[in-house]
């Protein structure tokens, strides 16, 4: 899988060098988080990603995004090294295959790629054809390359946040209330302030032979921003399973903004309807000069992407204190969470060693020679880790374009 991925990424160069066409990097990203693990010892792990675009004219674009979206690249990269040396005597044949399948589970391998054609047959109706992740829906993250508006989405998203993933997909991590993930078609009328769009396609999240479709439309009005979709997926269920949300933001101009998602990433008519299925955050956003106080209540969804994610009933409350901008040169201050967790009866995975956790977070984030750097340390006050060092979780972020 890793030498597929490589040669698709030769392939997108040799493209866009045939075509005339400008090859970009609109992503370059690198976590690295550290904790306590159970034997004892404190480990790093590392997740790169990384995102090509080709850009061909008025009448073609395309896009390939590649990833190494590994638990732990530092596991990987010894695995490969243990294929070189061998210490423990292994027999070769079978290292190899096991690496083999390490690189296709956990490699570099193609997130998605993805052509576009901008008024196909002279109407005003845009083309794109994609294999694998397409586009979050509810998110509000593509509002500033879309309208040309200021970022607003949530800082509560990605491994930065959840270095540990979710629970029930621990390769994944909260990002929008909904994915579009398989191989179809994107159909979408873009306008200045209104745009629909229809997603056909297989769905690769259920897996072969099952379909989605879904319908989402973006509005733009200056300090009010609307996002919101609605879909379907079969065969699924008795009666096919369903999804819809709602994303909300309103600048004040004055006291601060509000920023809200809610929405059901799945749910099943044949089952029992309950409030775990909603996903819901809310965060108010004040501003106080040089600085600004952002409250988040982020209620966890029973399902996310599909899937299961054991993580009904979860809350967290979040009191960001921040300082500064990143045109003044960085912005930081200090985080405090509130987190309460119970363990389902249907949950396979390890205990929660207690119901209420709280935590502290300084932060920094800075733009360095053109790459923005994020520095987080999470600080464990409750409940109390076994060794001292079980107190502290930092995380480095680095994410650039180009």
């Given amino acids: 899988m890793k030498r597929y991925a490589i040669l698709a990424g030769f392939l997108a160069a040799a493209l866009a060098l045939a075509f005339g066409a400008g090859l970009t990097v609109p992503e370059f990203g690198l976590i690295t988080s550290g904790a306590a693990a159970d034997d004892g010892s404190f480990e790093l792990s590392t997740r790169v ?30 695995a490969i090294s243990r294929g070189a040396i061998n210490p423990d005597g292994t ?17 570099l391998y193609l997130k998605s790629a993805m052509v576009a054609f901008p008024g196909i047959f002279d109407t005003p109706v845009d083309l794109g054809v994609f294999v694998g992740g397409m586009d979050t829906l509810g998110g509000g993250r593509d509002f500033p390359r879309l309208y040309g508006s200021e970022a607003f989405a949530t800082k509560l998203r990605g491994f930065l946040y959840y270095p540990q993933g979710i629970r029930g997909l621990p390769g994944r991590a909260y990002d929008g209330l909904h994915e579009v993930y398989g191989t179809g078609l994107r159909l979408s009328l873009p306008g ?36 919101a979709f609605a879909g379907a997926s079969g065969p699924e269920g008795a009666a096919g399973v369903y999804r819809a949300g709602l994303m ?11 920023f809200a998602q809610a929405g059901i990433p799945r749910w099943d008519p044949s089952q ?48 960001d204190l921040g300082f500064g901008s990143m045109e003044s040169g960085g ?9 309460y967790k ?28 053109g790459v923005t750097v994020d520095l987080r340390l999470d600080v464990k006050l409750f409940p109390v880790p076994d060794r001292w060092y079980g107190f502290l979780a930092p995380a480095l972020g680095i994410s650039a374009s180009f």
């Fill in 49 to 78: 990603s990384l995102e090509l675009g080709i850009e061909g004219g008025s009448k073609f674009a395309a896009r390939f995004s590649l990833g190494f979206d590994s638990v732990s690249l530092e596991d990987y990269l010894a």
């Fill in 91 to 107: 027999d070769p044949d079978e290292l190899a295959a096991a690496i083999r399948r390490l690189e296709a589970s956990q490699g």
């Fill in 192 to 227: 200045e302030r209104f745009t629909p769009y229809l997603y056909l396609y297989q769905d690769s999240f259920l897996g072969a032979g099952a379909y989605s479709a879904d319908a989402r439309v973006q509005y733009d009005g200056g300090p009010l921003k609307l996002e």
């Fill in 248 to 258: 909300f933001y309103f600048d004040t101009g004055s006291i601060g903004s509000f």
């Fill in 272 to 319: 029992a309807f309950e409030m775990s299925l909603f996903y819901f955050l809310f965060e108010p956003r004040f501003n106080f000069g040089a600085g600004e106080l952002i409250l988040t209540v982020f209620s966890h969804p029973g399902w996310y992407l599909q899937s299961r994610t054991y993580e009904e009933g979860f809350l967290e409350l979040r009191a």
């Fill in 331 to 339: 912005h930081g201050g200090l985080e405090t969470v509130l987190e």
């Fill in 342 to 369: 119970t363990k389902s009866s249907a949950d396979p995975g390890p205990a929660i060693a207690s119901p209420l956790a709280v935590s502290v977070a300084p932060y920094y984030r800075a733009l360095v020679s």
